[in-house]
């Protein structure tokens, strides 16, 4: 069982929250400003925030699994529009494994996905995201490309993962790795779980989703990573030939996450950065025109992203 107590060392506000006034699903309009780069005052509030077991975190934004955007088309003459919110400019991934030892990782998920962080960066897919960018204190910032982007890994088999972790203890664990790492304004908490313990909807409806929550004096974004091979093909197993620098079990790994940090870079807070009538930056390329990426001398299986410059969907920028 997921330890309340170390749910509530994480999450500081919640005498903050007695004050004001709080309920489940007390809901969350997008905070305005670069709040990704400075500490919050105030606890935010709005009909998207949800406070429940503790934890106050935002509604998440999901990824659809491929029956679920079939028929999916894009539209032309899209583009993405700023909502005046932060993005990730120099972006920073943090792993948490959270019970692979205690569960195992027979499709060796954990390696892929080290590897696959520790290349992405200073790649032409990641090249992508910096024609997007956050106005702060009346100033454009553009989003960069650092060469390194792995920037923390932690193995956490404290607690017990739960058969299927609810939202809130996701985002218990994403504010738990935060206080492991410290908090990043530029992080994405990536809360990777094991082989059959994954999110209720995770293969059926969702393949993986990103978010934000509150803890101390910070929002911090972060991703529930499910075990993608547990959902075959419906998230991207053997979808097409594997490169050599992974299976075809887990090509779905790559995908999954490569979409979900696209967006979270760009949109880190849904839905305040960069967003369209079809979606984030990763929602309106989903499971289209799928091809092996080369990042450095390794190559992964990725979707493409899209691109305002070009109004289309690209693997490279």
């Known amino acids: 069982m997921y330890r309340h107590s170390r749910v509530a060392a994480v999450f500081g506000c919640m005498a903050t929250l007695a004050m004001v006034g709080c309920a489940t699903n007390a809901g969350v309009a997008p905070l305005t400003g ?16 949800i406070y429940q077991n503790g934890v106050l975190f935002h509604k998440p934004h999901f990824m659809a699994t491929r029956q679920m955007a079939a028929g999916h088309r894009v539209n032309s003459n899209l583009l993405l529009t700023y909502g005046g919110g932060p993005v990730l400019v120099k972006a920073k991934i943090y792993l948490i494994f959270w019970g692979y030892k205690t569960y195992g990782d027979a499709d060796k998920v954990k390696p892929l996905l080290k590897d696959y962080i520790k290349h992405m960066g ?39 993962v739960p058969t299927n972790p609810s939202q809130s203890q996701v985002a218990a664990e994403a504010g738990v790795g935060v206080t492991h790492f410290g908090f990043d304004p530029n992080g994405e908490y990536v809360v990777a779980t094991p082989h059959g313990r994954s999110t209720p909807g ?6 993986a989703y990103h978010d934000d929550a509150f803890s101390g004096n910070n929002i911090f974004s972060f991703t529930n990573l499910p075990y ?37 870079v760009t949109d880190p807070q849904p839905f305040s950065g960069w967003n369209s009538q079809q979606g984030e930056i990763g929602d309106i390329c989903a499971w289209i025109d799928i091809e092996n990426d080369p990042f450095g001398k390794k190559s992964y299986t990725m979707q493409p992203m899209y691109s305002n410059a070009t109004e289309s969907c690209v693997h490279s920028y």
């Not at 919050?40 to 709005?46: A, N």
């Not at 995770?202 to 393949?207: I, P």
């Open 202 to 207: 995770f293969g059926t409806s969702f393949c």
């Open 228 to 264: 993608m091979p547990d959902a075959g093909s419906s998230c991207g197993a053997n979808i097409t030939t594997a490169p050599s620098d992974e299976s075809s079990v887990d090509e779905g790994v790559t995908i999954v996450e490569g979409h979900e940090e696209g967006e979270s």
């Open 122 to 160: 200073g790649s032409a897919h990641n090249n992508i995201y910096t024609q997007y960018y956050e106005t702060l204190n009346a100033k454009t910032v553009d989003i960069k490309n650092p060469k390194r982007e792995l920037a923390g890994i932690w193995e956490d088999d404290t607690d017990a």
């Open 34 to 49: 670069s709040t990704m780069q400075q500490s919050q005052s105030t606890v935010p509030t709005g009909p998207d925030w």
